[in-house]
Structures are given as structure tokens and as C-alpha cells.
């Protein structure tokens, strides 16, 4: 894979060569021999091929890591949370929380999840303690929330329950609910631009707690880009509430007439990494671009971050970008950007004691089958960056830095995996 670049020439040769690339890719799929591994559908990624057992001793440019297989079985997983007892809950797209104790998944899944439509890329999505959940036993999940009467019309919910460490959820309430309810009926009628995609992709749905205590949840454009610059419509959003869902007084619209209240930053695509620096304290983002022009993002109260104006991707249809690539009034440009894209999941900066060359780097899991590492300077400037388990061939969606300092990888597979990273003898 080309390394990322920010020369406009370069972007324009890496273009060419990925156009030249895809009007050829029928060909040679035609020609390959019988044994090759089939072709992808047009517009799917091409096929995984399967993860084996493991483990992997591999040399990375800093470290030796030691890579083992949790459990294999998860169907796509997307979120992961450590637990205060040492076991884990883990999210399945397809509607399902699992617990792993002890390092073992348990058969069941825990029960009480309200109806979840899992369609496209949509489903169950992230999980995330309260910060005193020791205490209060508080477990908040993200969601594809389905309408009653007309379940493909759906909108982003996050939803807390109670849990204690049993089979099943107690007092399961939604605490948040994005007011744009939206489905395929709906996007065949609303003349979007563009090219965008099904109503049931860009959901984001990462979360975080900040510092602040409050919650962070990504709302994605639902390929509806158009939204993501109307203040009135949570679709291209970053939003913050209260953790029992309400509105906190010092968000940066509040008040603000024709602005939801929970907005706290725009623009936004697709964004599936979220997460808290552990020094400075910042929101740090990636978010998916169209063709071209992933990115990671510093959040910042208030600030509009582009999208659909501004990328630094090509539309799929080919429309120009209204107002450019970056440097526009108003709006706020990508601490680094990827042309062609990396496909970036969630992200984890580095604090852990057993790789010690790492403290203060960030890991993206990536579904072009990499997890990235990005090593920052003493200014805060990205730098060099390694991309690391290429070998394994699978797709990334989450990275955590566990409390024991190993990284935990979920892999987004039908046959879905929990990986550990830790060194190696
Ligand atoms: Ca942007």
C-alpha cells in the first residue's frame, strides 16, 4: 500500500494509477487461475482469507510482539470494554453482547437488548462502562434503533442499562435517540448528491467518556452528507450528553437558535474511532472519507469539521468537491488524511508499561487488513507510520490498550476474532 502523502501531484498520480487499477481488476479476475481465491462482488471488499490459530511472534520496527487468539468466535465484533474484574464485554454487529471472563467467551449472550436492526453496516455497536461502573454497575450500548411499524426506517440510539455480571441487562433505557429517523424509502426520494451510499451505512456510533464525564457519541452522515452541515439534524455529528442522556448547559449550541443542543462538533462522515488522550485530555477522531480522504481529527468544541464540502476523498459519482481540500474559512482540516484510503476503525493512543518505544504513539485499526501505528513528535506532530499484523490478512475494527498494557484487537470478520498483543520472549 502506498504510504500517505500530502502532495497534491502525488495525489493525482496515486489516482490515475488506482483508476488504471480498477478498470483492470475484471480482467485479471477473469484470467486468474482456478485456485486464486474468488473475486469480490463489485463494491465489496475482496475475501478474507481465513485467521489461523496462531500465535505469531513478529518483529516490528520497535518491538518483538507475541499475538494469540482470545476467542474466534465472534461475528463481527465492534466494541470491547475491560472490566474491573479482568474480563471483557464485546459487542456483535449482528445484535449480540458477550462477556469474556477469565479469557474465555461465554456461549450465551447476554440477554435483555432492545430490537436492533442489523442491516449493511448498521447493528449493535459500541459498549462503554460508566466511569464509576465499579460502583453503579452502568453499561452503555450504541444501536441501530428500528422504527415500530416500519423497522428498515432507523436512527442512532445509545442505550444504558444495568448489569451485573450475569446472564441479562436490567433497566434498559435509551438515553439517547438522534431525531433523524431515515431508511432506504426515505433516500430514493431525497435527491441526494453524489453518489452516497445506502441509508444504513455511516452510522458511526463510537462513544467515549471524556474527562469531562460526559459522554461522546459519533453520529455518522448515514450517506446523507448534505445533513452533515445542517445544524438542525444529528447525521454528521460528534454529540455530547449527560450520563443520564441529558443535555449538559455548557455544550458550545446551546441556546443557539437552529442548533440541536447536543452538537458538539459537524461535519463529520463516518466516524468509528473515538477516543481520550491519555495526557492532554483531547477527543481524538477518524472518521471514513468517501473515495480517498480518511482522516483523523482533533475535536474541538463547536468546530465544523467539513464534510460534505470539504474532503480531501473524490466523490463516488465524480462531482467536484464544493470548496476544496483543506484550508477553507470556517472549517477545520484532518491532523493527517489518507489517500487512497486505510478504511480507519477505532483508535487507542499508547500508555501502556510492556512497550515502552510506544508510550505516546496511536493505534487505528483499519479494515485494509493493517493496525497503523503513528508516532507523534515533541511538538504533537505526527510522524513516521508502521503498519503492523499485515501478515494476519484481516480485517481491524477496534484496538484497546488493556490495564495489563497489551493491545486487544477485533478483527471485522464473519468469523471475527479477539487478538492480544503483548511482547514477545
Ligand atoms: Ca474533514
Same mark, same amino acid.
Not at 51 to 75: C, S, Y
Given at each position: 500500500?502506498?504510504?500517505?502523502?500530502?502532495?497534491?501531484?502525488?495525489?493525482?498520480?496515486?489516482?490515475?494509477?488506482?483508476?488504471?487499477?480498477?478498470?483492470?481488476?475484471?480482467?485479471?479476475?477473469?484470467?486468474?487461475?482456478?485456485?486464486?481465491?474468488?473475486?469480490?462482488?463489485?463494491?465489496?471488499?475482496?475475501?478474507?482469507?481465513?485467521?489461523?490459530?496462531?500465535?505469531?511472534?513478529?518483529?516490528?520496527?520497535?518491538?518483538?510482539?507475541?499475538?494469540?487468539?482470545?476467542?474466534?468466535?465472534?461475528?463481527?465484533? #465492534?466494541?470491547?470494554?475491560?472490566?474491573?474484574?479482568?474480563?471483557?464485554?464485546?459487542?456483535?454487529?449482528?445484535?449480540?453482547?458477550?462477556?469474556?471472563?477469565?479469557?474465555?467467551?461465554?456461549?450465551?449472550?447476554?440477554?435483555?437488548?432492545?430490537?436492533?436492526?442489523?442491516?449493511?453496516?448498521?447493528?449493535?455497536?459500541?459498549?462503554?462502562?460508566?466511569?464509576?461502573?465499579?460502583?453503579?454497575?452502568?453499561?452503555?450500548? =450504541?444501536?441501530?434503533?428500528?422504527?415500530?411499524?416500519?423497522?428498515?426506517?432507523?436512527?442512532?440510539?445509545?442505550?444504558?442499562?444495568?448489569?451485573?455480571?450475569?446472564?441479562?441487562?436490567?433497566?434498559?433505557?435509551?438515553?439517547?435517540?438522534?431525531?433523524?429517523?431515515?431508511?432506504?424509502?426515505?433516500?430514493?426520494?431525497?435527491?441526494?448528491?453524489?453518489?452516497?451510499?445506502?441509508?444504513?451505512?455511516?452510522?458511526?456510533?463510537?462513544?467515549?467518556?471524556?474527562?469531562?464525564?460526559?459522554?461522546?457519541?459519533?453520529?455518522?452522515?448515514?450517506?446523507?452528507?448534505?445533513?452533515?452541515?445542517?445544524?438542525?439534524?444529528?447525521?454528521?455529528?460528534?454529540?455530547?450528553?449527560?450520563?443520564?442522556?441529558?443535555?449538559?448547559?455548557?455544550?458550545?449550541?446551546?441556546?443557539?437558535?437552529?442548533?440541536?443542543?447536543?452538537?458538539?462538533?459537524?461535519?463529520?462522515?463516518?466516524?468509528?474511532?473515538?477516543?481520550?488522550?491519555?495526557?492532554?485530555?483531547?477527543?481524538? =477522531?477518524?472518521?471514513?472519507?468517501?473515495?480517498?480522504?480518511?482522516?483523523?481529527?482533533?475535536?474541538?468544541?463547536?468546530?465544523?469539521?467539513?464534510?460534505?464540502?470539504?474532503?480531501?476523498?473524490?466523490?463516488?459519482?465524480?462531482?467536484?468537491?464544493? =470548496?476544496?481540500?483543506?484550508?477553507?474559512?470556517?472549517?477545520?482540516?484532518?491532523?493527517?488524511?489518507?489517500?487512497? =484510503?486505510?478504511?480507519?476503525?477505532?483508535?487507542?493512543?499508547?500508555?501502556?508499561?510492556?512497550?515502552?518505544? #510506544?508510550?505516546?504513539?496511536?493505534?487505528?485499526?483499519?479494515?485494509?487488513?493493517?493496525?497503523?501505528?503513528?508516532?507523534?513528535?515533541?511538538?504533537?506532530?505526527?510522524?513516521?507510520?508502521?503498519?503492523?499484523?499485515?501478515?494476519?490478512?484481516?480485517?481491524?475494527?477496534?484496538?484497546?490498550?488493556?490495564?495489563?498494557?497489551?493491545?486487544?484487537?477485533?478483527?471485522?470478520?464473519?468469523?471475527?476474532?479477539?487478538?492480544?498483543?503483548?511482547?514477545?520472549?
Amino acid at each position: 500500500m502506498p504510504t500517505p502523502f500530502r502532495l497534491p501531484g502525488a495525489f493525482l498520480c496515486v489516482a490515475a494509477a488506482l483508476a488504471a487499477l480498477g478498470a483492470a481488476a475484471p480482467l485479471a479476475a477473469q484470467q486468474a487461475p482456478a485456485a486464486a481465491p474468488p473475486a469480490a462482488p463489485a463494491g465489496r471488499p475482496p475475501a478474507t482469507k481465513p485467521l489461523e490459530d496462531g500465535p505469531w511472534d513478529i518483529t516490528t520496527e520497535q518491538a518483538r510482539i507475541h499475538v494469540t487468539v482470545v476467542t474466534k468466535n465472534l461475528d463481527h465484533p #465492534w466494541g470491547l470494554a475491560f472490566l474491573p474484574d479482568g474480563g471483557m464485554l464485546v459487542t456483535e454487529r449482528p445484535g449480540r453482547l458477550r462477556v469474556i471472563r477469565g479469557g474465555v467467551l461465554d456461549p450465551k449472550p447476554i440477554e435483555g437488548l432492545p430490537p436492533i436492526r442489523a442491516a449493511v453496516i448498521g447493528g449493535l455497536s459500541d459498549v462503554v462502562l460508566h466511569p464509576q461502573f465499579a460502583r453503579n454497575r452502568l453499561v452503555y450500548f =450504541s444501536y441501530s434503533k428500528p422504527d415500530k411499524t416500519e423497522p428498515s426506517n432507523t436512527t442512532l440510539a445509545v442505550a444504558r442499562a444495568r448489569w451485573d455480571g450475569g446472564g441479562a441487562l436490567a433497566n434498559v433505557e435509551d438515553v439517547f435517540v438522534a431525531p433523524d429517523w431515515y431508511g432506504p424509502e426515505t433516500a430514493g426520494k431525497n435527491h441526494r448528491c453524489c453518489g452516497q451510499g445506502p441509508a444504513d451505512g455511516s452510522f458511526g456510533a463510537r462513544m467515549v467518556f471524556g474527562r469531562d464525564g460526559l459522554l461522546y457519541v459519533t453520529s455518522g452522515d448515514r450517506n446523507w452528507g448534505e445533513r452533515s452541515q445542517e445544524p438542525s439534524s444529528d447525521f454528521g455529528k460528534i454529540v455530547r450528553i449527560r450520563d443520564d442522556g441529558g443535555i449538559p448547559k455548557n455544550n458550545p449550541f446551546v441556546g443557539k437558535e437552529g442548533f440541536r443542543p447536543e452538537i458538539y462538533t459537524l461535519g463529520h462522515r463516518n466516524p468509528t474511532g473515538l477516543t481520550v488522550h491519555p495526557v492532554t485530555g483531547e477527543i481524538w =477522531s477518524t472518521e471514513f472519507g468517501p473515495r480517498g480522504g480518511d482522516e483523523l481529527n482533533r475535536i474541538e468544541a463547536g468546530k465544523n469539521y467539513g464534510w460534505i464540502l470539504v474532503t480531501h476523498g473524490q466523490h463516488y459519482n465524480g462531482d467536484p468537491v464544493v =470548496s476544496g481540500a483543506e484550508h477553507v474559512p470556517g472549517m477545520v482540516d484532518p491532523v493527517l488524511y489518507w489517500v487512497p =484510503s486505510i478504511n480507519p476503525g477505532n483508535i487507542a493512543f499508547y500508555n501502556g508499561r510492556p512497550f515502552a518505544p #510506544w508510550r505516546g504513539d496511536l493505534f487505528i485499526a483499519t479494515m485494509t487488513r493493517s493496525l497503523v501505528r503513528i508516532a507523534f513528535d515533541r511538538t504533537g506532530h505526527p510522524g513516521k507510520q508502521e503498519k503492523m499484523l499485515t501478515e494476519l490478512g484481516q480485517r481491524l475494527r477496534d484496538v484497546r490498550v488493556g490495564p495489563d498494557g497489551y493491545l486487544y484487537v477485533l478483527t471485522d470478520e464473519t468469523a471475527g476474532a479477539l487478538l492480544r498483543i503483548g511482547p514477545a520472549k
